[in-house]
């Protein structure tokens, strides 16, 4: 690729990322969609200006990880843990109701091979925890105890979703189920969760320490991204879904984590004020060309909507796809239903872990052009409408 074509891809990224999300802002809509949007303007759905490359791939997962490192930073863990049962009740339903109604539906109702309507569940099963916190970002609402359950839940999702594709990829590619590599992988996620954080507040530590002794500027910036990236990559060796780790990363540099019983909150607090401080600007930079490139790699082509089969079988899914992640929060007890509300409509986004899901897919050729355009519209629906509903939901919230 010409390197001058790719400044100037990403200069039309950046400026229409910038322009098109202060406007959806200004008139009320999130601003994470109008980023979508200059995705799909730009890309093969629009004007196909770009197209999508390894490098544009790279700098999104870049800011995909800085968005939930940030998240990470932020969280408090002691409410995390305290929306722990809340969070496996909505993550394990909105595993196991979608994949089990897509593998029905999809053997039952069209026909399809147990490989297919496998694979369609497991694609149904995702949730995009990016699109989901960038709106509750942007409302001020990433504190509020739901965030905290979602955030939960959509962790414990992803790892459920890596070990369920694990499987279906299997069965559908060699024919058969192999559980040592379903093992293999399950061990080495939980094995990393389990040492990730630790680690992580021994490095955090170090930072401290010597961020004052430092001679060269910019050394928080430096340390802290390569924690991110160090933590990305033993994530993406243990079969984990990249964000885990800096999720990891950015939970340890959080007070309550690395200064026990509270022992010198002020400094603390301090401490990850420059920390922020330091890294806004990159996280700033970064996070808008990933959801760019999700709309960029959403191809509005391929839907054939002059087809009846193409919209039967999309209302079937669309509708399991609802399902399958708002009903999950009905389960678990809130003050009051429009919280619960809140909750099941926050996991429903499958953005970029879809996309990625039905790709997979499509180029191994387990899933034909129909398919996958009723995934892909699928994904779209799941994507665009949710932020919509979450912002003017919150209007609702109990306290």
């Known amino acids: 690729m010409d390197i001058h074509n790719f400044f100037l891809m990403l200069f039309l990224i950046l400026v229409s990322a910038r322009i098109l999300g202060e406007l959806f802002a200004k008139v009320g809509i999130p601003s994470v969609l109008g980023e979508l949007s200059a995705g799909i303007l730009l890309g093969v759905s629009g004007f196909g200006i770009i197209d999508v490359n390894d490098v544009l791939k790279v700098l999104a997962e870049i800011g995909i990880i800085l968005l939930l490192f940030e998240v990470g930073l932020e969280t408090d863990v002691k409410r995390l843990r305290e929306a722990g049962s809340k969070a496996i009740v909505v993550a394990l339903f909105g595993v196991i109701f979608p994949f089990s109604a897509s593998l029905l539906a999809g053997i039952y109702i069209f026909d399809l091979t147990l490989p297919v309507s496998l694979f369609i569940g497991g694609t149904l099963t995702a949730t995009s925890i990016g699109i989901t916190l960038r709106v509750l970002r942007d409302i001020h609402k990433e504190q509020t105890g739901i965030a905290q359950i979602v955030i939960g839940a959509a962790v414990i999702d992803d790892i459920i979703g890596v070990i369920i594709l694990v499987f279906v990829y299997d069965f559908a590619i060699k024919k058969e189920v192999s559980l040592s590599n379903a093992g293999t992988v399950t061990a080495f996620i939980f094995l990393f969760l389990l040492l990730a ?10 930072v401290r320490k010597y961020d004052p002794k430092k001679q060269v500027p910019g050394f928080i910036p430096t340390i802290i991204i390569s924690l991110i990236l160090l933590f990305s990559y033993l994530s993406h060796l243990s079969g984990a879904p990249e964000i885990l780790g800096s999720f990891a990363a950015g939970i340890a540099l959080s007070r309550r984590f690395f200064l026990p019983f ?15 401080n330091s890294m806004t600007p990159i996280i700033q930079l970064f996070t808008p060309i990933f959801f ?18 193409f919209w039967i079988m999309s209302a079937v899914f669309l509708i399991i796809a609802v399902l399958g992640k708002y009903i999950g929060a009905y389960f678990i007890t809130q003050k009051c239903a429009s919280n619960k509300m809140l909750i099941g409509i926050s996991m429903i986004p499958r953005g970029e872990v879809g996309l990625i899901f039905a790709e997979i897919g499509r180029i191994n050729g387990i899933l034909n052009n129909e398919i996958y355009a009723v995934l892909i519209f699928v994904i779209i629906i799941t994507t665009i409408v949710p932020p919509f509903l979450l912002k003017w939901l919150f209007k609702f919230e109990c306290a």
């Open 197 to 206: 954080p630790m680690l992580a507040n021994i490095l955090s530590e170090f």
């Open 262 to 276: 509270g022992l010198g909150l002020r400094a603390s607090a301090d401490f990850i004020k420059k920390v922020k």
């Open 292 to 309: 760019v490139m999700v709309g960029l790699s959403m191809n509005l082509k391929v839907l054939d909507l002059t087809s009846g089969d």
